[in-house]
DNA sequence: CACAGTCAAGAGCGGTGCTCTCGAATTTGT
DNA sequence: ACAAATTCGAGAGCACCGCTCTTGACTGTG
């Protein structure tokens, strides 16, 4: 908190905070649709009115706890991919990392990647963080691009032009310089993990691959052989 | 309407139908939570309190609803895995039903795979009807299997004993005598495609994949490959 | 024809998001 | 230092929600 803050200003910046723990608090315990303002506020001790001051709606709440989680889930993912010597050490921890994170978070997980809020609809602030993850990701395969080692095998069909046009956008952003062939490999790959993760989080694996340890695993390395990591 | 109920019982099999048909509208047009008992019963003509004579809660009129959404979806992919005539065709056009079925239907797909309703635990009556999906996927690769068709290309990582007794689960009920590393490969192809459409219908792919027609079309054909369909 | 079962309707409970007003507290400008 | 401007919490209230219970009318059957 620094000190050339009003009180007003510090009192606001803590009952903000606050009000967005409680609100992670009651997100982890009923899920999205379960968040009340009024009981967040009720918790808190205020009136349900009163938290207008802070969040103008319902939605604004919900894109607050959407941000933090998307920059908490891209921190989580970032700093195991700085882990590990090769690229395909690197893929392996930052996967195990996402799914470590959304098993341990998994409303979070929920509200940013799950089906999205009924008339919930993101705004410009979140695509940023939001972007943090798929980064992350890709930047392991521009790495393992520029360092030469990486080696795909199988055959790979022909690329429309619009494909390539498409690739392109994502090359120029996060991983320039990566073929179009590899880049594509390497999105295949990331929705891959996503679809296990979701799977599993919504329950989908019950009766069968539980835990899914181990059909993750195998499935994140087969997924590096697919890619061309090492 | 067969012809052997009574004047009641009639009326109530009609009014069950008319209720679910107003649901899934508004299920089209406001998503799972915008589904309001209130609402369906005002566009019905009658007042709530009535709906619940047909379905005892929200909860119940949901799992009915998902229900019938299992199966359409269900019945969709499992015609279109019967045209073809190799695998890979099969497969192919299966991938593609699956993806029309998910883009007309967006909000009963992010109703049955999507993240779960908040406090919504879904009974026994929907297992069978989701399995319909992933049986029929399985269903190509146990016969290509049969017709000795299937050559896998890439490294395979070793099967944990704990994986292998998961994979041979799935195998008695689903595709008897195909050998886990290869279904193991299917139900990674299987997530995958999940993957992808889950993406693309939460908008994932907003700036990047948009259409995302030539990346799955892309994808699904790298699966093939991968799992070793022709 | 009467009785048992079924039905729609209405009132009502506790909950929700959200708006508006009002008085008190705090910050700011002179 | 004091008045003006701003910010804040509290309360009442609106319209909506899921759900329960009771009441009175209707239907099918013995």
Not at 157 to 179: F, Y
Request: net charge negative; glycine share 8%; with cysteine.
């Amino acid at each position: 908190m620094p000190a050339h803050l009003t009180a007003r200003e510090r009192a606001r910046a803590e009952l903000t905070a606050a009000i967005k723990d409680e609100a992670r608090r009651q997100l982890g315990l009923r899920g999205a649709d379960g968040l009340s303002l009024r009981a967040v506020a009720r918790e808190l001790g205020m009136v349900s009115s009163a938290l207008y001051r802070y969040f103008p709606s319902r939605d604004d709440l919900l894109t607050a706890l959407i941000i933090d989680a998307y920059n908490a889930v891209g921190a989580a993912v970032e700093t195991a991919a700085e882990r590990g010597s090769t690229p395909g050490e690197r893929w392996r921890i930052a996967c195990a990392a996402l799914r470590t994170w959304a098993r341990e978070h998994p409303h979070e997980y929920a509200l940013i990647y799950g089906s999205p809020v009924p008339g919930y609809r993101a705004p410009q602030d979140t695509v940023t963080p939001a972007s943090r993850v798929p980064t992350a990701f890709l930047g392991i395969v521009h790495d393992a691009w520029q360092a030469g080692t990486i080696e795909q095998a199988g055959p790979a069909p022909e690329l429309t032009p619009r494909l390539r046009e498409q690739l392109d956008t994502i090359a120029n952003h996060l991983a320039p310089g990566v073929p179009q062939e590899v880049l594509a490999r390497g999105v295949i790959a990331w929705t891959q993990v996503y679809g296990m993760l979701s799977f599993e989080l919504t329950g989908q694996f019950v009766g069968t691959f539980e835990p899914a340890d181990d059909f993750f695993a195998n499935a994140v390395e087969q997924l590096a052989s697919f890619v061309g990591l090492s």
